[in-house]
Structure formats: structure tokens, C-alpha cells
Nanobody
Framework: QVHLAESGGGSVQAGGSLTLSCEAS???????MAWFRQGPGKEREFVAL????????LYADSVKGRFTIAQDNAKNTVSLRMTSLKPEDTAVYYC???????????????WGQGTQVTVAS
């Protein structure tokens, strides 16, 4: 069983920054690690992903240039550095592990419990 644990959420003013971290019990070299988010009354949406081998990344247009996904192979963690935060970034952020370079949440069988990010205007 794969266990993912997110941390680093919180409340911040618009324009501020936060860094989320996800620690995984195991990550295969073929894994793709991703961040998704789900705002109030919204569907879960893709934020960013990183291919564990090769470190290729992909971002949603809404966060491109503001968010950065990174990996730490030694610690089996993936981080999401979020800058220039906007109120519309308010959501529960989830870490996920899959094996396909995909933006659909349906492609990710393993999920963390989520961490709340609230951006005040």
C-alpha cells in the first residue's frame, strides 16, 4: 500500500507564498507525481506533475509561472512552491502518484489526504 502525506498548507494573503510537501512511502522510478486541487463547489483539477525519472514537468495554465513542482529523490518527497497566490487558488491540495504522464485525476490510483490552502484577498 502506498501512503502519501501532504503538509505545508495554511492561510496567506493574496500575493503571498506557500510551499507544500508530499512525502511518499514509495516512489518507483517510473512514477509520475502530481498535485491536484479542489476548491469549494468545484471539481478536482490538475495543478502540476513531475516525472520521477527525467524530471519532466507540466503545469496547468492557471498556475504556470507562479507554481514550481520539484522532487527530492533522497527523501521520496515532492514539493509545490506556490508564489503570487490569488484568492482563486484557495482549495484543498492533494498529492497523487500514478504511472502515466496525465492530467486526469482518474489516472492516479494513490492519493494523500489533502491539505487546505486559503488565500485571503
Amino acid at each position: 500500500q502506498v501512503h502519501l502525506a501532504e503538509s505545508g498548507g495554511g492561510s496567506v494573503q493574496a500575493g503571498g507564498s506557500l510551499t507544500l510537501s508530499c512525502e511518499a512511502s514509495s516512489i518507483l522510478s517510473s512514477s509520475v507525481m502530481a498535485w491536484f486541487r479542489q476548491g469549494p463547489g468545484k471539481e478536482r483539477e490538475f495543478v502540476a506533475l513531475i516525472r520521477w525519472r527525467g524530471r519532466g514537468t507540466l503545469y496547468a495554465d492557471s498556475v504556470k509561472g507562479r507554481f514550481t513542482i520539484a522532487q527530492d529523490n533522497a527523501k521520496n518527497t515532492v514539493s509545490l512552491r506556490m508564489t503570487s497566490l490569488k484568492p482563486e487558488d484557495t482549495a484543498v491540495y492533494y498529492c497523487a502518484r500514478g504511472s502515466h504522464y496525465a492530467t486526469s485525476h482518474m489516472e492516479y490510483p494513490f492519493w494523500g489526504q489533502g491539505t487546505q490552502v486559503t488565500v485571503a484577498s
